[in-house]
């Protein structure tokens, strides 16, 4: 007795045939899916970037119109004085304010996961409130706080009947700027940091509690460590922002015109020289050169933030 097989047909009466070789079914849904937002990033990112660097090797000239000159605004950029007295400002404010603002925000991240703060979710709603706060309105607040005439300073000095230290002046500005800075986005970190303690293991507690560590322990050997990758992200995105310090200085230099130049700022000398000098090609390269020097920074905050924590 023999048995025959035969291939199961389909509803046509045919055989079902394999899907071919090399020709995977579907392997254009993901670009389907991911194509809203390559469209958005070309858009604002990329597009922009293209025609920045396109301005920057051009220039405006009298006779002739907009005529091609290579690499001339870039030489001219990185040998301008008042370009690189931008940077060395923001740099020395970079090196000052940002150690000052983390630090308030790990001590405050900390207190508030200690569990022995009264009213911790209403501390962590008022901490984090200034960042709610639009920049301009918060530098126009403060402006106002630090004048002499009219503002909290002046009502101080009168009310005392002492002459205190004008926020203003040449000598205190970027300090005043730093405090603005601070008030507004002390609290931004402090939610950052304060969400990677949420996340360590309570075991972790529990052993140290076992092996009868203190709080000071606890804090060295169990929470400093697990916020090191919160830490990193803060310090870069501090960078970052501290290099793009333009709305303060905008702000206050009505209030203090003979502290605050056009050039105070590296986003603020870009802009003047846009917007009032007519030079926008110049003011392309300029912030192309800020744009790689800031890439550059934060990147070395990374790659040192990844080698202390291994």
């Given amino acids: 007795m023999t048995s025959t097989t035969t291939a199961e047909p ?3 009466g045919r055989p079902r045939r394999p899907p071919p070789r090399g020709r995977p079914r579907g392997r254009w849904t993901g670009w389907g899916f991911l194509a809203p937002f390559m469209a958005v990033f070309a858009l604002v990112f990329v597009a922009p970037i293209l025609y920045s660097l396109y301005l920057s090797v051009y220039r405006d000239r009298l006779v002739g119109g907009n005529s091609f000159v290579g690499l001339d605004n870039y030489r001219g950029a990185l040998t301008d004085p008042v370009f690189w007295e931008s940077v060395s400002r ?16 790990l001590l405050l991240a900390l207190a508030l996961d200690s569990g022995r703060l009264y009213g911790r979710d209403f501390f962590r ?16 607040m403060w402006g106002f706080m630090y004048g002499t005439r009219f503002g909290l300073v002046g009502n101080a000095n009168d009310l005392l009947g002492v002459t205190l230290p004008d926020p203003l002046s040449p000598g205190l500005i970027l300090a005043s700027i730093g405090n603005i800075v601070t008030w507004q986005f002390v609290g931004y970190n402090m939610l950052i940091l304060y969400s990677a303690l949420r996340t360590v293991p309570h075991s972790l507690y529990e052993a140290a509690e076992v092996d009868g560590a203190g709080q000071l322990r606890v804090i060295t050997a169990i929470k400093l460590p697990a916020l ?3 830490l990193v992200i ?17 702000i206050l230099r009505s209030l203090a015109p003979n502290a605050i130049s056009s ?15 007519q030079q926008q090609n110049y003011a392309a390269a300029v912030a192309i050169i800020m744009g790689l020097l800031t890439m550059v920074i934060a990147y070395a905050v990374q790659l040192f933030g990844m080698r202390k924590a291994a």
């Fill in 10 to 12: 389909t509803s046509a």
């Fill in 90 to 105: 923001v740099t020395l404010f970079l090196a000052v304010q940002v150690p000052i603002m983390l630090f308030l925000a």
């Fill in 125 to 140: 709603i008022s901490i984090f409130m200034p960042y709610a706060v639009p920049a301009v309105v918060a530098a126009l």
């Fill in 228 to 230: 090191r990758g919160a």
């Fill in 234 to 250: 803060a310090a870069i995105f501090s960078v970052i922002g501290s290099f793009q310090l333009f709305n303060e200085p905008s």
């Fill in 263 to 277: 050039g105070y700022t590296p986003n603020l000398y870009t802009y003047s020289l846009a917007f009032s000098g």
